[in-house]
């Protein structure tokens, strides 16, 4: 048990690290909104909810993703929230640093955790495309890959 202590981060390191997720996050979209030349991409945050970050599509509303702090177990998850059914990204905050996190036994800076959330957002809009239409894309490659 004491091992674990050094894995899990104080909450105020935790809340360090949400601060900066957020910041870099929306660094990354406003660059991505940049070299596309239009918004593709926005940034909210849920009222209320002081932990959850959203990324949403301007083409598809429906096409988001929510990610979300759980400050008590330093887990940071983000959500699908496309009409494909993928698993929800997790990530355990390592202790010592802001900036390192662990999924599925690797380790991952917060920089390449953003890289991977993100691109899990650009290929569900890739999938879909212009159509949100499952029947539309069963055909798809991208199906074959979730």
Known sequence: MAAQAGIVPSIARKMDFWDRFQCLTEQRVKEANFVAAERL???GKAAGAAQT????????????????LDAEAGVL???????LKVDSLRFQLLGGTVDMLRREGR???LDQAITL????LVWIDECLGESNDLEQIEGNDCLGQI
């Open 77 to 83: 998850t983000c959500r699908q929230g496309s009409a």
């Open 41 to 43: 991409w926005e940034i």
């Open 117 to 120: 959330i993100l691109d899990e």
């Open 53 to 68: 970050l959203t990324i949403r599509s301007t083409i598809d509303p429906s096409n988001f993703l929510e990610c979300s």
């Open 107 to 109: 380790d991952w800076t």
